[in-house]
């Protein structure tokens, strides 16, 4: 049997493996060159630093990190020395879709603005961008794209510099890998020219890495008004965020955009799948069976004098108001991996029905395009 250490944080993860494997389960700051001495395979999180001072001369031939990111691992070093990795690409991309959602809604409410009357600059359209881009799609939005290797390999006019991102944009979404090197490198992408580049009034929103901003230029980018209001759910230095930014930023959170109850199931099947596929285990297409319930699934509006976007808003709203993940932070900034650690649970938009009294056609239509269930008219 193969022996696995595992990330006591990993969900919905106990019991599953151990009719087929001897699992230990860790802290991910406990998964140490001592322990992964007495291990076959990992099971991580973005805590466990996988590098040759964790790996050399340990038993490891597997690692599977049950998130989208994986700077966390030396994947170079790894295959040098024959260690498969794998991580869980998109498992969270809808979690942070509905986190960018709120915050939009959010952002639009404080500054008496319409969406539908702005133009969003994706950078990054991976998954989790596509997401946002399907969204704000569906709110009627102008959408600009950026992304170079996409843009390198499928050619068109779909893609657009960065420069006319900055330029033309009125909200600016981060969804980069984090990269330190090469033609794509996105370490400090943003920094001092980038945001002198912006438009005045911009709202930038980082879901991605915390590395991918310089905090210092962005701090004194937000003094000067470029960006006029900012989201980070990311930060250099995690799990100690910059108190300084945080007082400046109309949303922090810690690092949760992707915490939804439905990513971490995601995260967890693909890591647990490609783990039994590897080992030859025999547990094939694993899926939690246990995911909680909202606590009200089923969404009542009446929308009779409402305009669409407060409509959309409400709809939202009730699935996740992001304030509530801000003023945690706020409240405790030390407890970053706490409120990680412990957070609570969050269904996606799919677990809601939608019953409605008075909604235009035209918005149970972005309900449906956004993954809202809607039953009937009441």
């Known amino acids: 049997m193969p022996r696995i250490i595992a990330d006591v944080k990993i969900p919905f993860l106990r019991g599953v493996l151990e009719p087929y494997a001897d699992v230990y389960y860790l802290p991910g700051d406990l998964i140490t060159h001592k322990t992964a001495s007495k291990a076959d395979a990992l099971l991580i999180r973005t805590r466990t630093k996988c590098s040759a001072e964790l790996l050399e001369n340990t038993p490891v031939r597997f690692i599977a990190t049950a998130t989208i990111g994986y700077d966390h691992i030396d994947t170079l070093w790894c295959e040098q020395n024959s260690i498969a990795w794998t991580n869980a690409p998109g498992c969270n991309s809808s979690s942070v879709q509905q986190y960018v959602a ?11 603005r ?34 170079p290797p996409r843009a390198r390999t499928e050619g068109g006019d779909e893609f657009v510099p960065l420069e006319t991102v900055l330029k033309e944009s009125d909200i600016i979404t981060l969804h980069v890998p ?15 020219e980038c945001f002198r580049k912006m438009q005045p009034g911009t709202w930038f929103i980082n879901t991605s890495r915390g590395e991918v901003v310089e905090t210092g230029s962005l701090k004194r980018a937000l003094a000067g008004g470029k960006p006029a209001e900012a989201v980070i759910d990311v930060w250099e230095n995690e799990p100690l965020p910059d108190t300084d930014l945080m007082k400046s930023v109309f949303i922090a959170t810690s690092h949760i955009a992707g915490y939804s109850a439905d990513g971490k199931a995601n995260g967890t099947a693909m890591a647990v799948n490609a783990l039994c596929e590897f080992f ?28 669409a976007e407060e409509i959309i808003s409400e709809a939202v709203l009730n699935t996740y108001d ?16 706490q409120l990680r650690g412990d957070y609570p649970v969050r269904r996606e938009f799919p677990a809601y029905s939608i019953r409605h009294n008075g909604c235009p056609e035209e918005v149970t239509t972005i309900f449906r395009k956004i993954g809202f269930r809607v039953i009937c008219n009441q």
């Open 102 to 112: 709120s915050a939009l809604l959010k952002l639009a409410e404080k500054e008496n």
């Open 114 to 147: 319409e969406l539908k009357e702005l133009t969003i600059g994706i950078v990054g359209v991976g998954n989790v961008g596509s997401k946002i881009a399907k969204f704000a799609e569906a709110c009627g939005m102008r959408i600009l794209l950026n992304d």
């Open 178 to 192: 984090l990269n330190y090197s090469g033609e794509d490198a996105t370490w400090h992408l943003f920094d001092e």
């Open 280 to 307: 030859d285990l025999p547990l094939k297409n694993w899926y939690p069976h246990d995911i909680p319930e909202p606590s009200s699934p089923e969404i009542f509006l009446n929308c009779h004098g409402k305009k």
């Open 322 to 337: 992001i304030t509530s993940d801000d003023h945690a932070l706020r409240a405790n900034p030390g407890s970053f991996e």
